[in-house]
């Protein structure tokens, strides 16, 4: 009897060891596949509509403009106040997937294959993702990370018949539950202090247009300038 | 009638207590504004800190806008003091400066007297607020730039700068309607008294004792709290709604409406009826 058990368990070991073996090179060349057709971007911009549907947010449609320059260069435009998500407006997916990790193959359905992300640094702001990559395309249709402090991004990426592996939108879901705003400091009687907000999920739309790829953005345009608008740089 | 009116404003402005209604709004108004300009993007890092856990945030939302706007907020509990002290002194004034039997001895009615005076207390009183609107939205533009409107209430609206003047401008309106019912208050208990002290004590007693039932979360006040003027003296704000509530807002002029015009109605009956003594 101990013979079986400790045959069939050495069998299931090996099995999963080779089916790790198997998947594990399948997810990276599936990370490498979309990082290489991301790197044909060398840079863009786009006109970028912003749209805040949070339930105790109310902020009109804000409209800028993005600038991208590879490695790691990045800007957005726009009069006047704007909230932009921490996460699905910059290169932050393909930066992320730069960075080490461990990928692992789960699944796959119709439509895309299914990985998760595994940070191998402590400085990493982000515990693990899911990763949604299409399963004819080089692309990432689909992204859940849950970061360190700042809770859990979904981004879902349409893509449109521009000639690189470029979204047109950009859905950012996140989690707003643990936002808590001191309604009651601006005189405000009628708010309750213990009031949250009533959803606990936020959401946020880009919509890009009016692409232009890898044509030359000179440096200038990734400086903080006094113009007064509204402008986010980032640049590691 | 105009004649009359003018007359009254050469005394309105003679009289020094005219004027601490305009110093101390300049003040208040001025150190928010210092205040604000030091501190205030500080104040507003600290409200909105928990949303940039979850957004990036950019542009200048401490400008001229969004503080004036906190100004509104602060004075408005203070103005109805200032109106009160220069309309409860109107007719009560005259009386106990012992001018009303001479006054009365021209050739003029006590209605038309009395009009001509609450006509210069309302008018008083829209200046007071124009001049709020004069400090906050063109002083201000010295300390600040524009940009777009920042407003807690019920929830954080932001709106785009191309919409907010207008919504100022609605708001020192109705807040002007809504100071023309504290104003006709104190004109109507200035026509009972024989001194200033009695009125402007009594019509804000009046109004913190309203004021107080109007915020009372209390089943026995809810039936009284609509008829009660001081429900409506912070309507001014449904205006940074989103949003905008149209009817609150005419259902809510109409019943301060209602209430200047008993005032005044009450105001004239106990004027003409009086027994002038002194």
Same mark, same amino acid.
């Given at each position: ?63 800028? &403009? ?12 726009? #009069? ?15 930066? !992320? ?78 989690? *707003? ?11 405000? !009687? ?40 509204? %402008? ?5 | ?19 601490? $209604? ?17 501190? $205030? ?36 509990? /203070? ?17 106990? &400066?012992?001018?009303? &039997? ?12 009395? #009009? ?34 920042? %407003? *807690? ?19 020192? $309106? ?84 209602? /209430? ?19």
């Amino acid at each position: 009897m101990t013979t079986i058990f400790r045959s069939s368990l050495i069998v299931i070991l090996v099995c999963f060891v080779a089916v790790s073996g198997f998947t594990q090179p399948k997810a990276d060349s599936l990370i490498a596949v979309v990082l290489h057709e991301s790197d044909q971007v060398q840079s863009f911009q786009a006109d970028v509509s912003i749209d805040v549907d949070v339930d105790f947010i109310r902020i009109p449609v804000k409209k800028g &403009r993005v600038f991208y320059k590879a490695p790691d260069k990045f800007r957005f435009r726009a #009069t006047g106040f704007v909230l932009v998500p921490k996460k699905g407006l910059d290169f932050s997916v393909q930066e !992320m997937l730069r960075q080490p990790h461990t990928a692992i193959y789960l699944s796959s359905d119709d439509t895309n294959h299914m990985l998760k992300i595994v940070p191998m640094t402590d400085d990493a702001d982000y515990v693990i993702a899911t990763l949604w990559i299409d399963r004819k395309l080089p692309r990432i249709n689909k992204m859940d990370v849950t970061m360190r402090k700042k809770g859990n991004f979904m981004m879902s990426f349409t893509y449109g018949n521009l000639p690189y592996q470029l979204p047109v939108a950009t859905q950012v879901d996140f989690d *707003i539950s643990q936002i808590d705003i001191p309604m009651k400091f601006l005189g405000n !009687m009628k708010k309750n202090q213990s009031d949250k907000p009533k959803s606990g999920k936020g959401s946020v739309k880009m919509i890009y247009s009016d692409f232009k790829i890898n044509g030359e953005i000179p440096d200038q345009v990734f400086l903080e300038n006094e113009t007064g608008d509204s %402008v986010i740089v980032i640049t590691e | 009638m105009i004649h009359l009116i003018q007359i009254e404003f050469q005394k309105l402005f003679r009289r020094g207590m005219t004027y601490i $209604g305009f110093v101390a709004i300049m003040l208040i108004v001025l150190v928010i504004q210092t205040g604000m300009l030091v501190e $205030g993007k500080k104040l507003l890092d600290f409200l909105i800190k928990s949303l940039s856990d979850v957004f990036l945030l950019n542009g200048n939302l401490i400008n001229n806008y969004t503080v004036s706007y906190i100004v509104l907020n602060s004075l408005w509990i /203070h103005i109805p003091i200032l109106v009160a002290i220069v309309a409860g002194d109107m007719v009560s004034g005259e009386a106990g &400066r012992g001018t009303f &039997r001479l006054l009365l001895t021209r050739p003029v009615s006590r209605v038309k007297l009395l #009009t001509a005076k609450y006509i210069a207390a309302q008018v008083y009183t829209a200046m007071l607020v124009l001049f709020l609107a004069f400090m906050s939205l063109v002083i201000g533009r010295l300390f600040f730039a524009t940009g777009d409107l920042f %407003v *807690i209430l019920d929830t954080i609206n932001i709106f785009n700068q191309s919409d907010v003047l207008w919504r100022f401008l609605a708001a020192y $309106g109705y807040g002007m309607i809504s100071m023309w019912v504290v104003s006709g208050l104190a004109f109507l208990f200035s026509t009972q008294a024989t001194n200033s002290l009695g009125p402007i004590v009594g019509s804000m007693s009046v109004l913190i004792l309203f004021t107080i039932i109007s915020n009372f979360s209390i089943g026995i006040f809810d039936v009284i709290k609509p008829f009660l003027f001081t429900t409506y003296l912070n309507g001014w704000q449904l205006f940074f709604a989103d949003p905008v509530d149209w009817n609150q807002i005419y259902s809510a002029v109409a019943i301060m409406a209602l /209430h200047i015009s008993v005032f005044y109605g009450a105001a004239l009956l106990i004027f003409t009826r009086k027994d002038i003594q002194s």
